[in-house]
């Protein structure tokens, strides 16, 4: 009786709220969400269709974010840059991991310190991760996480921060089992890598988010790969291990939810989403806890600045592998 009444209040509060909403300050917000976010429509029947599926998203993330102040979250929403797309469109556009890990003959597998790990990590504040990036219209988040563990082990070994070429893994590794923008895998560009010479600097050779014809150049090569290295499936222990003695690692999740798209700050958990049906891939820069006793992982997107909190979220940790987080990690050696 007392869940129910909880609900009953919890959905009137929710209503007398959405029914604040005047029209005109709906008009206010969508001026504000154009002029912030540069949108520019080719009709006015498109500009109406974009504010009807934006208002909806608003709808939605007012919801979320009243029940989060309920307690019912651990993590709050928020209107960005992706507000005027459905969900299909959004999930088409911006999420191109390509599930096809098959075990090889030569895989290598992290093998794991067993010394007591740090309650808290952050290779950011060492210098080994670049500024967020921008993957734009195009799926190619798997080559971010990958140049995302490579600037890592570079910085690691050199103390030289280098942005590394995506656009050369959009562009030159379809041989080796990648679709550019239309999706790729880690393992398949840690293989091209280090049987091409290695991998440009972004300088050399910048990101343009569509595909195009390879134009690597040996001479602006910034490091090659030795060989690549899994994470044992589905552990936690490993993953953590790996942040903590090797650097920023490669991991992909179930990123289908509204809740990701839309994610803002807190320590994100999602009941909805699936361990094995992985479809992005981040980077994880380091690990923690709460104040309040949740654990996370620290995963660095490539949505801009304007995703997340200021590019990053807060990612549940020690929580039954939430969302895959530890199905598909890895890293390179170089």
């Avoid at 009953?8 to 929710?14: A, E, G, N």
């Avoid at 300050?25 to 002029?35: G, H, I, P, V, Y």
């Avoid at 959009?170 to 398949?188: E, F, I, K, P, T």
């Avoid at 569509?210 to 994470?231: E, L, S």
Wanted: proline share 2%; aromatic share 12%; charged share 20%.
């Amino acid at each position: 009786m007392k869940n129910i009444l909880f609900l009953f209040v919890t959905f009137s509060l929710f209503l007398t709220f959405c029914l604040s909403l005047r029209t005109s300050s709906l008009d206010q917000a969508w001026k504000l969400f154009k002029n912030i976010h540069e949108k520019q429509y080719n009709s006015i029947n498109e500009e109406q269709l974009r504010r009807n599926i934006w208002e909806a998203n608003v709808r939605m993330i007012q919801k979320h974010n009243l029940e989060a102040d309920l307690g019912l979250h651990t993590y709050t929403m928020k209107i960005n840059h992706f507000g005027d797309l459905t969900h299909d469109e959004f999930l088409k556009q911006m999420n191109g991991l390509k599930i096809n890990r098959e075990k090889k003959p030569d895989q290598k597998f992290h093998i794991p310190s067993h010394t007591k790990l740090p309650p808290s990590v952050d290779w950011r504040t060492k210098g080994y991760v670049t500024p967020v990036k921008n993957q734009g219209q195009c799926g190619a988040c798997w080559a971010f996480s990958t140049t995302g563990t490579l600037e890592g082990q570079l910085a690691k070994k050199t103390q030289n921060l280098i942005s590394l070429s995506e656009q050369q893994l959009v562009d030159c590794s379809s041989d080796y089992g990648n679709a550019g923008c239309n999706g790729g895998l880690m393992d398949n560009s840690y293989k091209y890598l280090e049987e091409n010479n290695g991998i440009d600097t972004n300088a050399s050779y910048p990101y343009e988010a569509i595909d195009g014809k390879c134009r690597f150049n040996i001479k602006t090569v910034a490091t090659k790969v030795a060989n690549y290295v899994d994470i044992q499936a589905q552990s936690e222990d490993d993953l953590q291990d790996a942040i903590a003695n090797i650097g920023p690692i490669a991991v992909a999740v179930d990123a289908s939810q509204n809740s990701f798209e839309f994610y803002s700050s807190g320590v994100y958990s999602e009941s909805a989403c699936s361990s094995t049906q992985l479809d992005f891939s981040l980077l994880a820069v380091g690990y923690g806890t709460t104040t309040d006793n949740q654990d996370y992982y620290i995963l660095k997107n490539q949505w801009t600045t304007k995703w997340g909190m200021d590019g990053y979220m807060l990612f549940a940790r020690n929580k039954n592998n939430q969302c895959g987080i530890a199905t598909m990690a890895s890293y390179a050696l170089i």
